[in-house]
């Protein structure tokens, strides 16, 4: 009858909360960016354009870059 525990259930459950609770953050982050931008562009000519929402491909460098620091150098399997 029952196809999982309370306990899965429960933490699926609290899952979908976290997870709806990040997408409302994050939803509510770009609202405000864009919004700055809109100012920037009015008041201040765009000047600060870059440093509201900064380039896709530099924050992308940077994730890779943050992502391949995680990751050990070399043969780790082997004794040197």
């Known amino acids: 009858m029952l196809d999982h525990t309370p ?5 699926k459950y ?5 997870e709806r609770y990040a997408e409302s953050q994050q939803r509510t982050i770009e609202s405000y960016k864009g919004l700055m931008l809109l100012a920037d562009t009015l ?3 765009g000047q ?3 440093e509201i929402l900064p380039p896709f491909a530099e924050l992308n ?3 890779v870059e943050a992502a391949e620091e995680q990751f ?3 043969s ?3 004794s040197e």
């Open 48 to 50: 600060g354009f870059n």
């Open 14 to 18: 609290e899952q979908a909360i976290e």
């Open 7 to 11: 306990d899965w259930v429960k933490r």
């Open 43 to 45: 008041l201040n000519k």
């Open 72 to 74: 050990v150098g070399g």
């Open 76 to 78: 780790w399997w082997k």
């Open 61 to 63: 460098k940077e994730k």
